[in-house]
């Protein structure tokens, strides 16, 4: 069995023409949209060209040859959230193998130049496939198909052109709207930023978060962990066990009284962590609460040590409104081009993909998009940085079973 990630060529853009109001999307468009509002109902088509990849990947194993049998062992696409809700009720359909779907696709027709229409507005089902419909399963910003099926029999038909029908809840105001493979590369900050620094472990770092929610168990060992649910102290949470290293020794700020106990200001110590999943509670020495075991409180964390080995950071100072507005935006995943400008590295692009950010803009004046891929560690400050969010692109992988 080989697994194969499938990308498609882009369409031609083309102006939309027809349909009511414009509302049935298509690869071409700048985005995919599924959903219905009010007498507006909102679908996607995806026109997919999967044989050339799999023939390609199949060329490419030592004792097979383009056109060897095979078979689809399974078949997942992924779509990316842009805007909306998530988690609705979000379904794909195989629409007629034998039908010319253009991207001049409309709510009516096939395409523009089809002389018969769709049977049902919004478009038709593959009569092989009227029982069968793939209902998508939500991961965070990220919705997954199972469409094996639907593969299975476009394989057997010998088609080209894999067309897939994705539409939501129609009848309510939920309206998600997906990345396409025409998604534009977006600039953070609508510019050039001057003021970014890329961080890996082994660098120095000072963090001072704002006040968080905190659990301090005490046991075989003491432990703190996060209480809170909301989103900026989740991000400085974050931001505090993934940057800090064990050993370092740090202030522990707590201002509160319960259960008649004030800890004030605290030296701890970090000694470890319960595990290595980002947001796990952090192992430390330097609390004592006496008999009690569980002790609730808000607290600030400040720190000065080296970024742990496997932590990669871009920071950007005193961020723009709207350079802000873009970083805090960032969801795990995405996919941040950058382009280093002038300075030591010139016109010298890298990939990297958000794991998760933290707006540390009160205490520190910066916004932090933590990485997981490891950084060119530099002080760009006052040097030409682009940063482009590329969108996530809707993304088909396949397992092949090779006959």
Request: aromatic share 8%.
């Amino acid at each position: 069995m080989a697994t194969f990630n499938v990308t498609e060529d882009k369409y031609p853009t083309e102006p939309f023409s027809g349909g009511k109001n414009g509302n049935i999307l298509y690869s071409s468009r700048g985005y995919l949209k599924v959903g219905g509002k009010d007498n507006e109902k909102y679908r996607a088509v995806l026109l997919i060209q999967p044989r050339q990849y799999f023939s390609a990947a199949v060329s490419a194993i030592e004792g097979f040859t383009s056109g060897s049998p095979y078979t689809i062992g399974n078949a997942t696409l992924t779509l990316t959230r842009s805007s909306g809700a998530t988690g609705g009720l979000i379904e794909a359909v195989l629409l007629p193998l034998n039908t010319n779907i253009d991207s001049s696709v409309s709510w009516y027709k096939p395409s523009e130049a089809a002389t018969t229409g769709w049977t049902t507005e919004g478009g038709d089902i593959e009569t092989t496939a009227s029982k069968i419909i793939s209902v998508g399963s939500w991961s965070g910003s990220t919705v997954q198909f199972d469409i094996t099926p639907f593969l299975n029999m476009w394989d057997s038909k010998g088609s080209s052109l894999l067309p897939l029908l994705i539409r939501g809840e129609e009848n309510s105001s939920n309206i998600t709207e997906f990345c396409s493979w025409e998604c534009e590369n977006k600039p953070i900050g609508n510019g050039t930023l001057q003021n970014c620094k890329f961080l890996a472990g082994g660098d120095t770092n000072t963090l001072q978060t704002e006040g968080i929610r905190v659990l301090v168990s005490v046991g075989s060992s003491t432990t703190v962990s996060l209480a809170d649910d909301n989103a900026a102290a989740i991000q400085q949470w974050n931001s505090f066990g993934a940057a800090t290293s064990t050993g370092t020794t740090f202030s522990f700020v707590s201002p509160d009284m319960e259960q008649g106990i004030v800890l004030g200001t605290v030296t701890c110590t970090l000694t470890g962590r319960t595990s290595t999943d980002t947001g796990s509670p952090l192992v430390i020495t330097g609390i004592s609460l006496g008999a009690i075991t569980e002790y609730y409180t808000t607290a600030e964390f400040s720190s000065t040590s080296i970024i742990p080995t496997g932590t990669n950071i871009l920071e950007i100072t005193a961020p723009n409104t709207q350079t802000k507005t873009d970083t805090t935006k960032l969801v795990a995943d995405q996919t941040l081009l950058v382009n280093y400008r002038a300075g030591t590295a010139v016109s010298n692009a890298h990939s990297f993909t958000v794991k998760f950010v933290s707006d540390e803009t009160l205490k520190q004046n910066r916004v932090r998009v933590y990485l997981n891929e490891t950084t060119v560690s530099e002080n760009r400050i006052g040097k030409n940085t682009d940063l482009l969010l590329v969108t996530n692109q809707p993304t088909l992988t396949a397992d092949l079973l090779l006959i």
